[in-house]
């Protein structure tokens, strides 16, 4: 009686992502209570700088109850405001972060921009608005395993894996991408476009010049469109040691080739982002699309119709994004506090012997424990996925739930827990590991 | 280069129900500013009780700005709250609210009930449940023009109409529901279920219960979904007088007839609702599915999270509604503003010269003007429509937007606006009736 929709089970609700999820409710993890409880490291979450948000909170309090606005109540405003254009205020407080987290190179518009409750729905209108069912969006593996619901449910468009491997560190090459291609056209996928996460989930890296220069020319040959989802943008903690690269938007590098619009490329690259991980406020549901194509633009704002933004949150962070001085500084001690954690992070697992994809953003490590597998198999890594659930105590992520095509890999969160229960986690990795070294029957054939 | 779905006009923008309030913001009345200017009538919204939740905000505005629970900060917890299960207390506070709108007479509960932001997301969401592209619901005309957009545009759906007449008051007949499964047949469309608004918008009526007994008896019979948005629900203003019907939910009557689950009706009966009318906050985007379908619930709610309500607003309603001494005197303070104002609407189209269908809810009444009308067609409808958009001034809403099968008819809205400029537009209307009956050449043919 019901829809195919409905009957089908796109949503990727049962992967292992949510297995360990399920496993972790059960027993959860509590300094006090259940000191023997899974640690959660599944959640890409930041929750390192709620201080300061709440320090502006109490500090702007009184606005923020009586939603006053010059000093008179705007609740009549807010509560009747639906305009799918969005809150002006917020839009252009919106507009000057995003220029300055892209350290000024690029100039934002609002006019470019349309509101939408989180990434989730940007993502999902953005494919409504390319694609009709049964075309293709070409994604680079590994990929926030989210994306399988997010892309193709609703919408019928399919997603034709690009395989990144270790051997490169996972970076996007031009013959990776032509052989993705080549794997839809077989399908007979009619492919639309390329869509990557910059900085990566689950990688935790910026894109290097290099390969968004491989991105644009391969939708410039292609005429295909081009998606970034940039929504850990301002988590890059990293960006100055000549070994990491600097944040670089796709919006840059189109503007530096906008003098030759080869092939109108600008028009078929589309930016989204959130506040949910910058500003550590995914229950507010805040998403965005940022397009060139006044086509997506009008499109889009009219399918936000069904995914609007409160406007009682409108307003809370068109304040608080607007005091240019609190959010400078927010962004400035979250990404000290960002690196200080991963650092911790990156040293545990070290002593723990086992090694990380050198990062520069995000709130996760991409994490090689192929030489803790027993086989070079994907079956391998999720028995060692479920022993690290189940006897050591961490729910991570495997690599196969994000689509990676190398097993082995894992991807370890560490801005949602506290740096007590951090080390904690890898205490216990290491005891673990221990063990599996001195054990005389464990194979190390990967080290 | 873009999808079937962007380029395609179904949002429904460009109808005459959108040029009116172009043609308003060019130009909109201000008692001071613009005293001629074009007064807002076409907009269903609650303005009238605006007073009454701000003083609830002004007494609770300590909890809401810190966003405290039990006098410590809740601002944590919310600002990650993303899950799409939706915040207990609001649920229970919604689901107690629900009951008591609904006289006691059905027991609601938070397990069938899946947040979403706003009405518009959920008659979507069910869509997509319930339908795959290319099936169809009917829909007895008139009907609110969003549907066009929120039933068809993504999803693929078709609306098959169900003819209406004024002979009868616009109510819904077996002959009707029947003519329309008919024609749904004759155009090879899989009818999948009949969407109904009760209290209707653009009627301003709620239904009887010899007409929930012939929907509910023709999904029976023909095996399909019934989808009842009730929307309008606290808005009854008129339920004891002997020729008023009191508001009955579709899922009363399928409670009594639950004894024998009949072709399991039980399970394909869901009911949309959403606080944007009743509490006269849309801004907010806070609406629902009901369900007593699991499979519906389910996938209803894993596809929220494309509409997720955001956290903040979440908490603010859950403490606002829980409050059960303010939202019942709010409810009843509303319903008597409500019931003041379509009086005084009445009242003035009357000394008009002008009737409208007897009603009991809504924001709004449904106007007969045909006998202001040239002739009997959508052409002069049209034309009378400019005329009171242009001369007199009035933002009205024609029936042909609202699929209405008879020339003629025409929403207006009553709660949108204060009272003197209610005023001041029935004086227009009068004028304008004066003239036109003092004119000689005006055939009076229908009176
Ligand atoms: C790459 C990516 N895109 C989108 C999302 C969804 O974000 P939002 O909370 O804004 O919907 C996530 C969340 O994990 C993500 O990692
Ligand atoms: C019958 C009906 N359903 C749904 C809606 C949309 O409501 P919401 O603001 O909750 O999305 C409206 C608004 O006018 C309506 O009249």
Redesign the pocket.
Known sequence: MLSRKANKDSHGQDSSYFEGWQEYEKNPYHPIQNPTGIIQMGL?ENQLSFDLLEYWLRRNSNTMALLKKDGVSAFRELALFQDYHGLPALKDALVKFMTRMRGNKTKYTSDKLVLTA??????EILMFCLADPGHAFILPTPY?P?FDR?LKWRTGVEIVPMHCSSSNGFRITREALEEAYQLGQELNLNIKGVLV?NPS?PLGTTMTKTELIHLLDFAIDKNIHIVS?E??SATVFDSSSPTTTPFISIMEVVKERNNNNLNNIRERVHM?Y?L??DLGV?GF?V?MIYSNNEMVVAAATKMSSFALVSSQTQFLLSNLLSDAKFTEKYMEENQRRLKRRKEMLVRGLRNAGIGCLRSNAGLFCWVDMRHLMRSDSFEAEKELWKRILCEVGLNISAGSSCHCSQPGWFRICFANISEDTLQLAMQRMKAFTNSIFSSANHIIYNM
């Open positions: 890409a989180g990434a989730t729905a940007a993502n926030y989210g997010d996460t989930n989802d929504i850990y989204v959130s949910s991980k995914p549901r998403g």
